[in-house]
């Protein structure tokens, strides 16, 4: 990524984190769960959740084929993800249509959702930890939808914890204060990815969410300028590189 374009990234950020200081819009809690009032096109993944956990399923049987986050790009590669963490990603700025028509259904969900930057299931390995680390763009909220959760979390070993309010970016053993999510099948829950947050999976089997990027809901000055740099950013030659990566081609046969 240039120059000019960290720098107009980094402006932006800076400009959505202090209007959300000012109220401009509201700050999420740690986890939101009653979200359908202000997304409400989300509902069409949890009414669908059987077509998308079938096609979850037959992913995870062809896993070794899909990327680890690792892979995508350079710019994904820090040590937070030097995981066994796989993605297959239905979005990336555009639609990867390869992908998409191996999971046509949930495809299909997903168009029809407004303001869906990113989309793909995330696929956590048994015996995994992602490390407590803060999120890049304020524009977003996260929305995760639990798909294949081993033994519906009856032992509580998959979850993600976050602390709202650690905004010290020396200072992640902070993220012991936070509040914990455990991920069930078929349930939804929306959060900010720029709070310091961690996740893992304890169990001896694969865990899957889908895992999406949604336009965040603002005043409509606020929301233009979001979608401009946004437009700007899936334009990157870095995020384009996502999308050739993420891409796959053959062997799900």
Not at 87 to 101: L, Q, R, V, W, Y
Not at 128 to 149: D, N, S
Not at 194 to 220: G, I
Request: glycine fraction near 6%; charge should be positive.
């Amino acid at each position: 990524m240039g120059k000019f374009s960290v720098y107009m990234k980094n402006a932006a950020a800076e400009i959505f984190v202090r209007a959300e200081a000012r109220g401009s819009f509201r700050k999420l809690p740690a986890f939101e769960r009653d979200f359908l009032g202000e997304y409400p096109a989300l509902a069409i993944l949890q009414e669908n959740f059987p077509a998308v956990r079938e096609e979850c399923l037959a992913m995870l049987e062809k896993r070794s084929i899909i990327p680890n986050i690792d892979t995508l790009s350079s710019e994904t590669s820090s040590g937070i993800h030097a995981i066994a963490w796989k993605t297959f990603m239905f979005k990336s700025g555009e639609f990867i249509d390869e992908n998409c028509a191996l999971a046509p259904r949930t495809a299909a969900l997903l168009r029809r959702i407004p303001g869906v930057y990113t989309a793909f299931f995330s696929i956590l390995e048994p015996h995994q930890h992602i490390k407590p680390h803060w999120g890049y763009w304020k524009g977003f909220v996260r929305y995760h939808l639990g798909v294949v959760i081993p033994g519906n979390n009856a032992g509580k070993q998959c979850w993600i914890r976050i602390n709202c309010e650690a905004q010290d970016r020396a200072h992640r053993e902070e993220i012991e204060k936070g509040s914990k999510y455990y991920w069930t099948d078929g349930a939804a829950v929306l959060f900010d990815d720029t709070f310091l947050h961690e996740a893992a999976n304890e169990s001896d089997e694969v865990r899957a969410v889908l895992f999406l990027d949604v336009a965040r809901k603002m005043p409509w000055h606020l929301s233009l300028l979001n979608r401009f740099f946004l437009a700007l950013a899936h334009r990157n030659e870095s995020v384009r590189k996502i999308r050739t990566n993420a891409r796959i081609t053959g062997g799900m046969g």
